[in-house]
């Protein structure tokens, strides 16, 4: 399950699907379980290394569209007005849509508590992105 969800994601992120469709594959792979009885409603992120360890409190998914929607709408005003944007950061900019994103979030609450990334490389390097 954990794997197709992945595999749908990177589908996304290379442009092959869109959000719309992502969304859809994502329920057929989830229309056979019972939802959980409480949504989900924060993210947490930890990075450990070998010296160091960055483990960001739980940020809920209101406060994260919040940042998104303020950094978006910073992000337009600059394509406006600063002539120095390379046009790799224009056309990412242009291309992401903040209601893409809160379908995202609200698809994610609703399967509850999981791991969403969980990577180790070596070891001592650890990324772990959980949805709680």
């Known amino acids: ?5 992945g595999n749908i994601l990177k589908k996304l992120n290379k442009g092959e699907i869109t959000t719309n469709e992502a969304l859809d594959q994502i329920k057929n792979v989830h229309e056979n379980l019972k939802l959980p009885k409480r949504k989900a409603s924060k993210i947490k992120i930890y990075i450990t ?13 209101w406060l994260l569209d919040l940042f998104i929607s303020l950094g978006l709408g910073l992000g337009s005003i600059a394509l406006k007005f600063v002539n120095d ?3 790799e950061t224009k056309s990412i900019l242009e291309s992401i849509n903040s ?21 180790e490389d070596g070891d001592s390097t650890k990324i772990k992105i959980s949805v709680l």
């Open 1 to 5: 399950m954990k794997e197709k969800i």
């Open 49 to 61: 290394d070998e010296d160091k360890n960055i483990k960001l409190p739980a940020i809920p998914f």
């Open 85 to 87: 944007i390379d046009e």
């Open 99 to 119: 209601e893409d994103l809160r379908k995202i979030f609200n698809e994610l609450k609703k399967y509850g508590p999981f791991d969403m990334v969980d990577i």
